[in-house]
């Protein structure tokens, strides 16, 4: 699939039925998971680095299990990453695929709990843990 233009990924997402985000890892909150569950949408998501700060067990599907896998950078490592888990990966896909009604629930919680993520509420948290 070639990239799209952001007008139309709305209307990509309504034709979806979750989405995979097997990331390793973020440097930040993941933008594209954000949109995508404020559509009200179901995911499947590493439980890792910015994903942390919007999955929960009511909104999303957690891949929980990760492996560390090393980053290297010349003779050394660089950085250790969280590696998604494959196994539990393919079980979360054949689990919404056969029970696709359970995840209408998990799709209305991510909409109701990234609606209440404003610029204007997050700006504040972010300000409270600089001045605290």
């Known amino acids: 699939m070639l990239p799209r233009p952001n007008a139309q990924m709305a209307r990509i997402y ?38 942390k700060d919007i999955l929960t067990q009511n909104n999303s599907i957690p891949i929980r299990r990760m492996k560390p896998m090393d980053i290297p950078m010349g003779d050394s490592t660089h950085s250790i990453w969280d590696d998604p888990d494959l196994e539990e990966t393919i079980t979360h896909l054949e689990l919404a695929y056969q ?34």
């Open 99 to 132: 029970n696709r009604g359970s995840l209408l629930p998990i799709g209305r919680q991510a909409g109701e709990d990234l609606s209440k993520l404003t610029w204007k509420k997050m700006g504040e948290k972010f300000y409270t843990l600089l001045t605290s």
């Open 14 to 51: 309504k034709n979806t039925d979750i989405g995979l985000f097997p990331n390793r890892c973020e440097g930040g909150t993941n933008l594209v998971l954000m949109e995508y569950m404020a559509c009200g949408k179901p995911v499947i998501a590493s439980f890792s680095s910015g994903h």
